[in-house]
Nanobody, 130 residues
Framework: VQLQASGGGLVQAGGSLRLSCTDSGGTFSTNIMGWWRQAPGLEREFVAAISWSGDMSLYTDSVKGRFTISRDNAKNTVYLQMNSLKPEDTAVYYC????????????????????????WGQGTQVTVSS
């Protein structure tokens, strides 16, 4: 398994969780990394993305101000810090990678497209109780 996600769990509304995703492949430091989520009965949706250098990030509107994506290239790991969690954040969270993209992609809608992401990890369940 190249992308291994962890850190999910059960938390009360208003609480926090930090997801981690470690890439065992050899190109992490040059990949655009992202997080997506899929709630029961719904399509998988984009959550956040970060450039290879970490200086650019993008969030879907519903998580802005609450979630923070970051990365540690020395550890081949991308993180998603989730604060002020809401029941509607309940979903399986997936990390994803794109090894061909670049910074201009953050100015377009490309990162919101499922097919943009060439590599997916297994999901980690996040459940937020009310």
């Amino acid at each position: 398994v190249q992308l291994q996600a962890s850190g999910g769990g059960l938390v009360q509304a208003g609480g926090s969780l930090r997801l981690s995703c470690t890439d065992s492949g050899g190109t992490f430091s040059t990949n655009i990394m992202g997080w997506w989520r899929q709630a029961p009965g719904l399509e998988r949706e984009f959550v956040a993305a970060i450039s290879w250098s970490g200086d650019m990030s993008l969030y879907t509107d519903s998580v802005k101000g609450r979630f923070t994506i970051s990365r540690d290239n020395a550890k081949n790991t991308v993180y998603l810090q989730m604060n002020s969690l809401k029941p509607e954040d309940t979903a399986v969270y997936y990390c994803a990678a794109n090894w061909e993209g670049d910074r201009p992609d953050f100015l377009s809608r490309k990162l919101y497209e499922y097919d943009y992401w060439g590599l997916w990890g297994q999901g980690t369940q996040v459940t937020v109780s009310s």
